[in-house]
């Protein structure tokens, strides 16, 4: 009998994250889809497409592009559907996962890539989609707690709008919280989220 590969702690991260996410999408209602996110210039729409986009950018590493799918204004689940299931396909096959590339913050392995930039949005943007159509905000706290170190410690350059690329926004400016906040709402606020956000009227 076969053994089956064993996955690796970034693809059982990222799928995790991808799951999570897939839950939100599901849960937004049709009308909600065009809802003003906690981004100024992005709906809930726009959140997912700004993740697709992402899912894009790892595969340009290794000069590959998403598959063909629906557009996210065809049908938003369906597009991340497929993008996530191109990422997750590099990080099942250990020779792409481990093969180092170019990035904007320097050479590292694609698995290392996707489990800093796009499987983190996934956590971070989730916020976001639930937040612009009114679901449970709150992030898994074991997350939150991973996330701390890292996001304590954001390089300036991280907030200069398409210092990554074209229509790539990293960080906004810093959302000052009080002291006593929580670790979510300090990290929301370090990445330029107002953790008291609340969609218009």
């Known amino acids: 009998m076969d053994e089956v590969p064993k996955i690796s702690d970034i693809a059982s991260r990222y799928q995790s994250r991808a799951n999570a996410f897939q839950a939100k999408i599901i849960a937004v ?26 899912h894009g950018a ?29 990422v997750e396909a590099l990080l099942h096959t250990p020779e792409l996962a481990t093969t180092t590339t170019e990035t904007p913050a320097g050479p ?3 698995e290392d890539h996707i489990d800093q930039v796009v499987s983190a949005d996934l956590v971070l943007h989730g916020w976001d989609l ?9 992030m898994n706290p074991s997350e939150v707690l991973a996330m701390w170190p890292t996001v304590q410690h954001v ?4 907030r200069i ?8 926004i990293v960080y906004g ?9 929580s670790l979510q709402d300090r990290i929301l606020g370090l990445i330029g989220r107002d953790p008291n956000w609340t969609p218009p009227k």
Request: hydrophobic residues 35%; negative net charge; aromatic residues 6%.
């Open 29 to 54: 209602r049709p009308e909600q889809w065009s809802n003003q996110s906690p981004c100024t210039d992005w709906n809930a729409r726009d959140v997912v497409r700004h993740i697709i986009d992402m």
């Open 58 to 86: 790892m595969l340009r590493t290794l000069d590959r592009t998403l598959s063909p799918a629906p557009t996210v204004d065809e049908d938003p689940l369906a597009a991340f559907r497929a993008a996530r299931a191109d």
């Open 108 to 110: 590292m392995s694609v």
């Open 130 to 138: 639930a937040k612009a159509t009114g679901q449970d905000p709150t």
């Open 155 to 158: 390089p300036d350059k991280f």
């Open 161 to 168: 709008p398409e210092a990554f690329g074209p229509g790539i």
């Open 173 to 181: 400016p810093e959302v000052k919280v009080p002291e006593d906040s």
